[in-house]
């Protein structure tokens, strides 16, 4: 036997705490990984409560399976996107909830299993998919893209400053297929460029960040999620998101913002014309982030920023 991967979720009882999880409730779990936050959700909604927990990657179902196998009929599992989170959650009776989770980005068993081309810490194939079994990968698109769209992705998916030079140095000397052969050619490219003063972060870290966010989709996976997770929600639900990367965190707060007024007409125009009516409450307009005593146990954890936003309409009386 195998034993599970460790990994010690992020923000866990910010998470539920955020959701309000109450025993009877209806959860979402749109993350579902190693299944840490997902067990928690479930067990603070016994008696009665129910969860569907959704993943991309069914090595995720796989081992979340029996970590929930104890709470029985409590648990749904579903492989997909969480982009189709409405008809993924309408397939399975999930309407309306009372909570979703989003726990963006990979997973540990995901940066930790060989061959997933997700760090520059080993020499892998460049692959960087969550889900094994489909779309481009990372070496497809270091290959195949021109010199031109590559800036721009390292530019805007990585917040790169190198990013022309680095696309550049790609373009003379690919094909690249492996992480260590990127990492290096990033490398070289920073130091002849000159590092940023203080910079403790490895060089291809943004590179690698903005391949990883192209191959995966994830700035449109969140995107077009939140819209549809928002009409899944009764009176009162809630949705939590945490993110990693500032992208990310950013189009959780802009949607959350826009959700939260009455108005989104231009400010200087003198009366409304939109007809916007928020639907959502957020919480706090102040982002929560991990304790230190988290950071130091858990390092991963770092970066993370916590948003919840509640639900002000009741969409079954509408
Ligand atoms: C950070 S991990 C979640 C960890 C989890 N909360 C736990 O406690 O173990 C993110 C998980 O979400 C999955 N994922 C990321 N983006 C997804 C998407 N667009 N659709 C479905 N699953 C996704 C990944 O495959 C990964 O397993």
């Known amino acids: ?65 029996d970590r929930l196998a104890p709470f029985g009929d409590a648990v749904v ?40 081309g ?13 889900d094994p079994d489909g779309g481009v990968t990372a070496a497809d698109i270091v290959n195949t893209y021109d010199e031109a769209e590559l800036a721009a992705l390292i530019w805007e998916l990585g917040e790169e400053r190198h990013s022309r030079r680095i696309a550049r140095a790609i373009v003379a000397r690919r094909p ?33 960040q903005a391949l990883r966010i192209a191959v995966n989709g994830e700035l449109d996976q969140i995107e077009r999620a939140l819209v549809d997770a928002e009409t899944l929600l009764g009176p009162g639900g809630r949705i939590a998101v945490i993110s990693f990367h500032s992208l990310e965190d950013r189009a959780v707060k802009t949607f959350f913002r826009d959700r939260a007024r009455d108005c989104v007409c231009p400010p200087r125009q003198p009366v409304c014309t939109c007809d916007h009516r928020a639907t959502l409450r957020e919480i706090s307009r102040k982002v929560s982030r991990p304790t230190d005593d988290e950071v130091a146990r858990n390092p991963r954890s770092r970066s993370a920023r916590l948003r919840v936003a509640e639900s002000i309409v009741d969409r079954a009386a509408a």
Not at 81 to 99: K, L, N, Q, T, Y
Not at 120 to 127: C, H, I, M, N, W
């Open 1 to 65: 036997m195998t034993a599970a991967p460790q990994h010690e979720p992020v923000m866990l009882h910010e998470a539920i705490e955020a959701l309000a999880v109450r025993p009877g409730g209806r959860y979402v779990d749109a993350t579902l990984g190693l299944g840490g936050h997902s067990s928690a959700i479930v067990a603070a909604a016994q008696p009665g409560g129910r969860l569907l927990a959704i993943d991309r990657d069914p090595r995720a179902i796989t081992v979340a399976a």
């Open 77 to 116: 599992l579903a492989r997909g996107e969480f982009a189709d989170i409405a008809s993924i959650c309408d397939a399975h009776g999930f309407r309306p909830v009372d909570g979703i989770l989003f726990d963006l980005g990979v997973s540990s068993m995901q940066l930790d299993a060989p061959g997933g």
């Open 118 to 130: 997700f760090s520059f810490q080993r020499d892998e194939p460049l692959d960087m998919r969550m």
């Open 176 to 208: 690249l297929h492996s992480t260590a052969s990127l990492a290096n050619l990033v490398e070289g490219v920073a130091r002849r460029s000159g590092g940023k003063p203080g910079e403790r972060i490895h060089p291809a870290t943004r590179t690698f």
